[in-house]
């Protein structure tokens, strides 16, 4: 866990325990007021803990340091301890007892900063994590440009009903040279400049309803636009949801792997002990060291869990590095599913978006009929043109129209096609077939849903027994250890009585990991079914 060279840790633990032991001494005038004992590591980290307000991960590298130089924590504590040094002369120059009590804080905290610092993790929140997944996920951000493109046809299909505005001009300089016969000379005309405008507007009258049935296909493609874009958004919300669950839970496993580490060590000092003393025999003490390999293999394979999970929880929220999840501490109770069946089936994001795919389907087909009707269209044109007869007026060539001929021109016409080799028929089919698979997508959806809220609700009320089932199997899994615990001391039990009981209690603590939080991800998918927070 720790990159520091052992000259630095050793060093580390002097000054710990040089202000340790000052602030020892400092307290034996004040009546029964002491510290904890720096060679009780538990009780030195539980005091740093309260004090600083150290993390987990803090907590468990200052630990870490204190249980791997042991003996020189020993060596340095008996040297103050039994020095006949006056250690009060040292520290006489400190201003209060709650000075030098806040100098050892701070050093311990060093010690564990001396870990956490070169890789500190970023730490978000679920709400932090979907905010940030629902900006950076590519499904999101397919949906909100389906939305965009499908805001823009609907546009398209509504300015089909406006006519067309076309509108030109030229300006044309030409010069001229001539041989004149009579004198045998070029001669060199004037530049001659021509102008000309011209204004058109088109309009179909009437097209067969097929612009009626164009609008009516961008509308519902729009309603399905919108619906895919909540859609979307529930469904990264309980995918994110999902892996910071996941990643909450990886990480009370690893605090489970590290207890039933504490423990075998525990067992296995035990049996060592019992052995030497003549109570126990060698196959004891194997099978506590086995025991221990398992639980060291067991926190491993944890904490690599724990490494994979906060990766996917940075992939899913657009980060390069591990993000760490924060815990909530507040479990939600289970909702009222009664009314939310008839919700999902009616107007839950996946229902909306199939029956407006459904509606636009059925707009193709019109639209596929206009190809029977005839087409009247209507045009008007307007252009003047005309050479520049004002020749003092070459920049401002319309400052008056009288000089060009004008030009203009209203027409009417009519389209049909009668014929043409069976591809009306083809285009016919082509979207009858779409229109028909996608009313049975629709059917099928709800079908679908239903069968999946009852899926997940039934999920979301057997995950929410199981936390309060769990929590008693926890309860009386550690009673039974302890029971264990005091009979294999008293001879009255085995070493595999006693590893079994630490099996069940590692066992029903990583069932009420996995319970709490499979009720929170099965809540997060049914809100994600239903469309909307529960």
């Known amino acids: ?79 103050w301890h039994g020095s006949s040094i006056n250690v009060g002369e040292r520290i006489r120059g400190a201003r209060s007892t709650s000075r030098m009590r806040r100098s050892l804080m701070v050093v311990l905290a060093v010690g564990a900063f001396v870990r956490a610092a070169p890789g500190q993790q970023r730490q978000v929140t679920l709400a ?20 965009r493109n499908a805001s823009a046809g609907q546009r398209s299909a509504t300015g089909a009903f406006l006519p067309s505005i ?30 000309s405008g011209s204004l058109g507007v088109s309009l179909d009258l009437f097209d067969g309803f097929r612009r ?58 035990i049996s060592i002990s019992k052995f030497q003393a003549g109570a126990a025999t060698r196959s004891d003490t194997l099978t506590s060291t086995v025991d221990l390999g398992n639980a060291q293999l067991a926190l491993l394979q944890a904490q690599a869990n724990l490494a994979t999970a906060q990766a996917n929880l940075g992939r899913q929220v657009g980060s390069d590095q591990p993000i760490r999840a924060l815990a909530d501490s ?35 087909v019109t639209v596929a009929r206009a190809q029977y009707w005839p087409t009247i269209s209507a045009s008007y044109s307007n252009g003047y043109t005309g050479p520049d007869s004002l020749a003092h007026f070459p920049a401002v060539p319309w400052s008056t129209t009288q000089p060009y001929a004008n030009n203009w021109g209203l027409r009417f016409s009519v389209s049909w096609t009668l014929f043409n080799g069976f591809s009306r028929e083809a285009d016919q089919v082509s979207v009858s077939v779409q229109r028909d698979v996608a009313e049975a997508h629709a059917a099928d959806l709800r079908r679908q849903l239903n069968a999946q809220f009852t899926q997940q609700a039934a999920a979301l009320i057997t995950a929410n027994a199981q936390i ?35 099996a069940n209690l590692t066992q029903a603590e990583v069932n009420q990991v996995q319970a709490r939080y499979n009720y929170l991800i099965a809540r997060a998918q049914l809100e994600a079914l239903v469309g909307r927070p529960l």
Do not use: C
């Not at 932090?128 to 939305?147: C, K, T």
């Not at 030229?170 to 530049?191: D, K, M």
């Not at 009222?336 to 996946?350: E, F, G, H, M, N």
């Open 330 to 364: 507040a479990v939600p109770p289970p909702p009222d599913t009664t009314a939310l069946r008839p919700q999902v089936l009616d107007s839950s994001p996946q229902v909306r978006q199939a029956d407006a795919q459904a509606r636009a389907a059925r707009a193709q």
């Open 212 to 269: 009626l049935a164009n609008k009516s296909a961008a509308a519902a493609t729009a309603d399905a636009a919108d619906a895919g874009v909540t859609n979307q958004r529930y469904q990264v919300t309980a995918a994110t949801a999902q892996l910071f669950y996941s990643a909450l839970a990886d990480e009370e496993l690893v605090r489970v792997a590290q207890a039933q580490l504490d423990r075998a060590k525990q067992e296995r000092q």
């Open 1 to 79: 866990m720790l990159n520091r060279s052992k000259v630095w840790a050793v060093g580390l633990l002097v000054a710990v325990f040089v202000a340790g032991a000052a602030t020892g001494w400092s307290l034996r005038g004040s009546a029964g007021r002491r510290g904890p004992n720096p060679r009780d590591t538990n009780a030195m980290v539980a005091h740093l803990a309260k004090e600083l307000d150290l993390s987990a991960a803090q907590q468990d590298s200052v630990r870490t340091i204190l249980d791997r130089h042991r003996a020189e924590m020993a060596a340095i504590w008996t040297l």
């Open 166 to 195: 076309t509108v030109g001009g030229g300006s044309n300089q030409a010069g001229a040279n001539r041989y004149n016969s009579a004198t045998g000379q070029i001669v060199t005309l004037r530049t001659s400049t021509s102008y």
């Open 128 to 147: 932090e994590a979907v905010e940030r997944a629902l900006v950076v996920q590519p499904a999101m951000v397919q949906a909100r440009g389906d939305e």
């Open 468 to 502: 309060g089932i769990t929590a008693a199997n926890v309860a009386a899994a550690a009673e039974a250890l302890r029971v264990q615990q005091e009979r294999y001391r008293l001879g009255a039990a085995t070493l595999l009585d006693l590893l079994t009981a630490e």
